[in-house]
């Protein structure tokens, strides 16, 4: 997982560097861009996507097939629920319950996964299964890193939007990677002549192609 290993390293450094600005810290207990969430408990939550990372390569090798990353949003609860959903409202009030903590706490946890992250990868082989215990299925690792960094692209701009900062700029493999996923889940529920309109035909494209 070589290349993995670059841009993860790269990606998680990204948001080390985002969670520890002091605006983010100035807005803490502030309602973030994501309706119902803290600025605190989004800056948690996208933290914990490092964090997650290496807890989830360190446990090794599942026994359970692993499904692909297409079926994996296709099963999960909170992509088919509104804000009001039970998932989406446990992710939010988990957040802001660890943001309780403060920002040097997340800072501390964040860092330590990234020392961690490269040695972890090295271990792994992109195939490997890997148990996503709340969901209760498994990923190949290399389809685990891809839903981490989606989490991390999309949430690295909920976190600059809620404080008014630059979005960062995460490696163009990275991107494309976040951007195919979003795609292929975007397509699967609006349709594909939906997102090919929305994408060069404005005029004829529906009101949203949102992937969530």
């Given at each position: 997982?070589?290349?993995?290993?670059?841009?993860?390293?790269?990606?998680?450094?990204?948001?080390?560097?985002?969670?520890?600005?002091?605006?983010v810290a100035l807005r803490w207990e502030q309602e973030?861009?994501?309706?119902g969430m803290t600025v605190g408990g989004l800056a948690?939550?996208?933290?914990?996507?490092?964090?997650?990372?290496?807890?989830?390569?360190?446990?090794?090798?599942?026994?359970?097939?692993?499904?692909?990353?297409?079926?994996?949003?296709?099963?999960?609860?909170?992509?088919?629920?509104?804000?009001?959903?039970?998932?989406?409202?446990?992710?939010?009030?988990?957040?802001?319950?660890?943001?309780?903590?403060?920002?040097?706490?997340?800072?501390?946890?964040?860092?330590?996964?990234?020392?961690?992250?490269?040695?972890?990868?090295?271990?792994?082989?992109?195939?490997?299964?890997?148990?996503?215990?709340?969901?209760?299925?498994?990923?190949?690792?290399?389809?685990?890193?891809?839903?981490?960094?989606?989490?991390?692209?999309?949430?690295?701009?909920?976190?600059?939007?809620?404080?008014?900062?630059?979005?960062?700029?995460?490696?163009?493999?990275?991107?494309?990677?976040?951007?195919?996923?979003?795609?292929?889940?975007?397509?699967?529920?609006?349709?594909?002549?939906?997102?090919?309109?929305?994408?060069?035909?404005?005029?004829?494209?529906?009101?949203?192609?949102?992937?969530?």
């Amino acid at each position: 997982m070589t290349d993995d290993l670059t841009n993860s390293s790269v990606a998680a450094s990204i948001v080390a560097d985002l969670v520890r600005r002091p605006e983010v810290a100035l807005r803490w207990e502030q309602e973030s861009a994501c309706a119902g969430m803290t600025v605190g408990g989004l800056a948690n939550h996208l933290g914990a996507q490092v964090v997650l990372l290496v807890r989830l390569l360190e446990a090794g090798p599942s026994v359970e097939h692993p499904i692909t990353v297409d079926e994996h949003y296709a099963r999960a609860a909170w992509t088919r629920e509104d804000l009001a959903g039970e998932a989406n409202v446990a992710i939010r009030e988990g957040s802001d319950e660890e943001a309780r903590d403060g920002q040097g706490a997340l800072v501390e946890r964040v860092e330590a996964a990234m020392t961690r992250l490269p040695a972890v990868l090295r271990s792994v082989a992109p195939e490997t299964p890997v148990l996503i215990p709340w969901q209760g299925w498994a990923l190949t690792a290399h389809d685990l890193l891809t839903t981490r960094m989606m989490e991390m692209v999309v949430h690295a701009d909920d976190l600059a939007a809620s404080v008014d900062v630059d979005t960062p700029e995460f490696p163009d493999e990275v991107a494309e990677r976040v951007i195919a996923l979003l795609t292929r889940v975007a397509v699967r529920r609006h349709g594909q002549a939906s997102v090919v309109r929305a994408l060069s035909r404005p005029q004829r494209a529906p009101a949203s192609v949102s992937a969530f």
